[in-house]
């Protein structure tokens, strides 16, 4: 069981980029997803998340707009479109996956402590 995590780079401000997380040995379709990035010297936090049946998205209020999560089913991948980047995006970025209480179920969390599988991290600098 495994989150692999790429993407992550170093980017000019205004730039941007798209983190992936794939998944093996269990379907992303089964689980709420979400994103945590990990500035240096400050606490894990969350910045998205998707639903498990629907779909639905939720951000954190400084990446609205910004930001977009997704999944693609076929590929057993999400992935954080990130645009418009700001030097405060700078981070060690976090994809996780948490296991819907039952099928069908529209559960989302934006504590971490919520969810079962993590990625390695991915670094992203915004930085001229």
């Known amino acids: 069981v495994q989150l692999q995590a790429s993407g992550g780079g170093l980017v000019q401000p205004g730039g941007s980029l798209t983190l992936s997380c794939a998944a093996s040995?269990?379907?992303?379709?089964?689980?709420?997803l979400g994103w945590f990035r990990q500035a240096p010297g400050k606490e894990r936090v969350w910045v998205s998340c998707?639903?498990?049946?629907?779909?639905?998205?939720y951000y954190t209020d400084s990446v609205k707009g910004r930001f977009t999560i997704s999944r693609d089913h076929a590929k057993n991948t999400m992935y954080l479109q990130m645009n418009s980047l700001e030097p405060e995006d700078t981070a060690v970025y976090y994809c996780?996956?948490?296991?819907?209480?039952?099928?069908?179920?529209?559960?989302?969390?934006?504590?971490?402590?919520?969810?079962?599988?993590w990625g390695q991290g991915t670094q992203v600098t915004v930085s001229s």
């Open positions: 998707i639903t498990g049946s629907d779909d639905s998205t």
């Open positions: 996780a996956a948490g296991p819907l209480p039952y099928s069908g179920s529209y559960y989302y969390s934006f504590n971490s402590w919520d969810y079962r599988y």
């Open positions: 040995g269990f379907t992303l379709a089964d689980y709420y």
